[in-house]
């Protein structure tokens, strides 16, 4: 006789809810989904450059407030000084969530910028110096938070990529310049100070739009199909440099009607979506596969530490001290201090000053270096265009080639910095010593190094000190920029410039109170300081050999190991949960 079954106690766990997969739609799928994150993130890394416009609308300031070249340096330095000291956007990234940090910073956008168009449109009175300083700091520091938000994340749901996504992002940060010219000639015409007012709003209106969608997401393994797909929007990035550079030069040589430059602004816009489609196609192959493959989802399980060992760790963390000088091997997690006092962070510091202020004092001064040289003002803009364009070019090069190179052939990329600052002292000399037409070459070498210098400095900072801090210490890693700005910026650049401006008065039988605005003509003007700009630079690059030294060993290694075996562990556990639901 056969046995009654034994009876079972009641389960305690409630059964798992229908698969996600098919409860909800395709549309809500697709715009929670890591490709149309990744769409979201290159439309606000698109908007967060509008620094790199200070050379189109820094004479429209100069001339309506009246500043001479050492006012306007000083400006210029604040401007920096809030793009590079993201300190603040990192450190709340560390204790809010990314919806946040976005919000934040989009109003941070809108009041700094949106301050200096009164002023120069002659809305408000007269600020004094101090007061504009503070507009362009706060509106110039906002794109940190912008990055902190997109970049950040970004590379921490795709860390077997983070060369790749810091080149992609920041190369479409570099060509925003450009897109935002096209936008504004389109909608206001020829008018630098509506072009204040544009950035004003329109990096704001993009943060607020995917406020919700920028966020960490689940890390999976990456195939070669993911690595294919990242290419593809490469692919459109450069098709999209490209026709900004040929509009550049048609816009040179030929003169443009509104319509035409409305024309002209909705092709780049629409090439900025074309990424959209991608991100459809994408999510689409997922969402089908979700389908075919499963209809299950695994329960949620919960490994709680044991007591004791949660007091050793609740009195490490309260110890902060106890461990800075003690650090994890590279490519571990540091602390914030850890890392900050390492040799390691000070050589990029060093690099980083030399680079990045010499690069950030020759964008910086472009508009009055052509001035200076005698060229029209609207071959400035083409100047200004074409540096916004390869820093592009500079980005992605950094980003995609380090990449490439890191993994085919284990090339270090502290070297191929080193490389990039010595491409970079060689344009700052030929503004030195000019020849005719020289400015466009060195608009190109001096976009190409700047644009390059930020993706390897990101990398770098997140390959030897792992990413639990990355927000912090990437905003940390480029505090040096601003301090090198300064340095050679107001207090060598300008007033060396100055100097040869009161001499041509002096020559002219004029006084400076004789003149609204002081203006240098002439190749003997920036000659000076872009001497020692190129002598700085090159210092930099010896100095960043220093970090190539020290990194030899860890660059031979597979330093991407780690995460792939835990994307492994963790789809290896949820297979094998959803196999024991089912059995």
């Not at 149309?36 to 450059?49: P, V």
């Not at 060992?309 to 201090?337: C, S």
């Not at 000070?346 to 001035?371: P, Y």
């Amino acid at each position: 006789m056969t046995e009654p079954p034994t009876p079972q106690p009641p389960s305690t766990t409630a059964p798992p809810p229908p698969t996600t997969a098919l409860k909800t739609s395709f549309l809500l799928n697709f715009l929670m989904g890591r490709w149309f994150y990744l769409f979201a993130a290159i439309l606000i890394m698109s908007g967060a450059g509008a620094t790199y416009l200070f050379g189109v609308y820094s004479k429209e300031i100069k001339a309506t407030l009246g500043y001479d070249q050492t006012t306007l340096n000083l400006l210029g330095f604040f401007k920096d000084l809030g793009a590079n000291v993201g300190v603040l956007s990192g450190l709340l990234d560390e204790v809010a969530p990314t919806w946040l940090v976005l919000l934040v910073g989009a109003g941070m956008n809108f009041v700094g910028y949106f301050m200096i168009y009164l002023a120069v449109a002659g809305k408000i009175a007269n600020p004094r110096v101090w007061h504009m300083c503070l507009y362009i700091c706060v509106g110039a520091n906002s794109q940190n938070f912008a990055n902190t938000g997109a970049l950040v994340a970004s590379v921490r749901n795709f860390p077997e990529s983070r060369g790749i996504m810091i080149g992609l992002l920041k190369g479409f940060t570099g060509l925003s310049g450009a897109i935002l010219t096209q936008i504004y000639l389109a909608v206001y015409g020829n008018d630098s100070k509506s072009l204040i007012l544009l950035i004003a709003w329109l990096p704001a209106a993009l943060s607020v739009v995917f406020v919700y969608t920028i966020r960490d997401m689940k890390v999976v393994k990456q195939d070669k199909h993911e690595l294919k797909v990242f290419y593809h929007f490469l692919y459109v990035s450069i098709a999209l440099a490209l026709f900004l550079m040929v509009m550049n030069i048609l816009e040179k040589v030929l003169v443009f009607s509104h319509g035409e430059y409305a024309v002209s602004a909705t092709v780049a816009v629409a090439m900025l979506f074309v990424p959209l489609m991608i991100a459809l196609r994408e999510e689409l192959l997922v969402w089908r596969k979700r389908k075919v493959i499963s209809t299950d989802i695994a329960p949620n399980v919960v490994v709680e530490k044991p007591v004791s060992q949660m007091k050793v760790d609740e009195k490490e963390a309260t110890l902060w001290h106890v461990n800075i000088f003690k650090k994890p091997e590279r490519g571990e997690d540091y602390t914030i201090l850890q890392a900050l006092l390492s040799i390691d962070m000070m050589v990029l510091f060093v690099a980083t000053f030399c680079g990045l202020g010499s690069s950030l004092t020759a964008v910086d001064n472009l508009g009055q270096i052509g001035e200076s040289l005698g060229y029209p003002q609207k071959t400035i803009k083409t100047f200004v265009s074409l540096l916004s364009i390869w820093n592009y070019f500079g980005r992605i090069f950094s980003g995609f080639v380090s990449e490439a190179l890191l993994a085919k052939y284990r090339f270090p990329r502290p070297l191929m910095m080193t490389l990039v600052l010595i491409l970079a002292s060689i344009g700052n000399l030929l503004i030195a010593f000019p020849v005719p037409g020289s400015v466009y070459i060195s608009s190109i070498i001096i976009g190409f190094s700047f644009g390059a210098q930020l993706p390897l400095l990101f990398a770098i900072i997140s390959e030897l000190f792992g990413l639990k801090h990355y927000a912090t210490l990437f905003n940390c890693g480029q505090l040096a920029s601003p301090l090198g700005s300064y340095l050679l910026n107001v207090r060598l650049t300008g007033p060396l410039y100055d100097k040869e401006a009161l001499k041509d008065l002096a020559k002219r039988g004029l006084t400076r109170s004789s003149v609204k605005e002081l203006t240098c003509i002439g190749s003997k003007c920036y000659r000076l300081p872009f001497l020692v700009l190129a002598c700085v630079t090159f210092f930099g690059a010896i100095v960043s050999l220093i970090l190539v030294m020290r990194t030899k060993e860890f660059y031979k290694g597979d330093i991407y190991k780690k995460f792939r075996e835990e994307a492994e562990e963790a789809n290896e556990a949820e297979s094998g949960l959803s196999l024991v639901k089912k059995q």
